[in-house]
C-alpha cells in the first residue's frame, strides 16, 4: 500500500504527549516518521573525539507512529485524512478525503 505521508508534508499530531503540534516530516521509516520539533527526546551520548562529537545529553527528534498524524490541510486549519485519484494518464494523485483537493501541485 502507498504511504500517504512523505518527506516534506506538514502534519500535527493526533494522539499521545505531543497532540495538537505542528511539524514537517523529517523522514519516514516504515511506519513510523520523525517530526520537526515533535517527541523531543533526551539522548545521552558518549564523546567520541575521531567523529567530533564533544558528548553530554543532546535533545533530538524521536520517532512516532504514522497513524498519530494527519496531514494538515491549510485550508481548514485541521488534519485530515488522505485519499488517492488516479488520473487519465496513470498517475497517482494525493487528495484531501474531505474536500477532494490535491495535495501535491
Do not use: Y
Not at 487528495?95 to 495535495?103: D, K, P, Q, Y
Amino acid at each position: 500500500m502507498a504511504n500517504r505521508i512523505k518527506k516534506g508534508d506538514q502534519v500535527i499530531v493526533t494522539a499521545g504527549k505531543d497532540k495538537g503540534k505542528k511539524g514537517d516530516v523529517v523522514r519516514v521509516d516504515g511506519d513510523r516518521v520523525v517530526v520537526s520539533n515533535v517527541n523531543i527526546v533526551k539522548r545521552h551520548t558518549k564523546p567520541n573525539p575521531q567523529a567530533g562529537v564533544a558528548g553530554g545529553v543532546v535533545e533530538r527528534e524521536a520517532s512516532i507512529h504514522i497513524s498519530n498524524v494527519a496531514v494538515f490541510n491549510p485550508a481548514t486549519g485541521k488534519g485530515e485524512r488522505i485519499g488517492f485519484k488516479v488520473l487519465e494518464d496513470g498517475r497517482k494523485l494525493r487528495v484531501f478525503r474531505s474536500s477532494g483537493e490535491a495535495l501535491d501541485a
